[in-house]
């Protein structure tokens, strides 16, 4: 089993959906919690770091559930620019690993 | 503004020959990294650095040897290349780990083991 695990994609959206992702991670030490946004062919980039207490940034929201051992992205009012492939993060004593990360799409 | 460097960004190798991606980054951060990017399968962590003199493996180590004489730098070495090493291979660097998690990459380096 990964250590971190995506919601299998892609996920084909129209503009103004709501859409929410989820990851599940295994190593219930892990220390912090990261989405990164990575366009085709470009290099990943934060999006947002995830608080326990949940922490919205826009348009974008997300929320850790430390019991459970997932976290969650939920994007409100989705832009053809969303369209991307999305990333969750987990540091584990010092080294960040990657989910598979999940594709958007939104169409017109 | 240089950020991470990366070269070359592209190469294409045959089985059985060694090769070097370089890795340089200008912000003075301690933490460097080396993630390889398949289908399907994420950005997977080769090795990683907390500092110069200090390296350590990630998730798929084998096949590849780094080092990390300066700050600076953080070469990633493939010693004898197979077609599984086919993949896109990035370079990361980080103020620190911990909890700041913000990774700046470099743009990517295509290798193909033919």
């Known amino acids: 089993r990964k250590e971190v695990e995506q919601d299998p994609g892609p996920f084909n959206v129209p503009e103004g959906a709501t859409v929410a992702f989820n990851c599940t991670y295994s190593?219930?030490?892990?220390?912090?919690f990261f989405w990164y946004r990575q366009d085709c062919r470009k290099e990943p980039k934060l999006l947002m770091s995830v608080y326990s207490s949940g922490n919205e940034d826009g348009r974008f929201t997300a929320q850790l559930n430390r019991a459970s051992q997932y976290i969650s992205l939920l994007i409100r009012d989705s832009k053809l620019s969303d369209s991307a492939t999305y990333l969750c993060?987990?540091?584990?004593?010092?080294?960040?690993?990657f989910g598979q990360g999940t594709e958007l799409s939104v169409k017109p | 503004n240089a950020g991470v460097t990366q070269t070359p960004k592209f190469q294409v190798l045959k089985t059985g020959q060694s090769m070097t991606l370089q890795c340089a980054q200008d912000m003075n951060h301690e933490y460097m990294s080396w993630y390889r990017q398949d289908p399907g399968m994420g950005l997977r962590l080769i090795h990683y650095s907390v500092g110069a003199g200090i390296t350590d493996q990630g998730e798929v180590p084998n096949g590849y040897n780094v080092s990390r004489s300066t700050t600076e730098d953080f070469p990633l070495r493939l010693l004898s290349a197979a077609p599984s090493q086919t993949s896109v291979y990035f370079c990361?660097?980080?103020?620190?780990?911990?909890?700041?998690?913000?990774?700046?990459f470099g743009e990517g380096s295509r290798l193909t083991v033919l």
């Open positions: 190593n219930s030490a892990s220390q912090s």
């Open positions: 993060v987990v540091n584990q004593g010092g080294k960040l690993i």
């Open positions: 990361a660097s980080s103020r620190r780990t911990g909890n700041t998690g913000e990774l700046f």
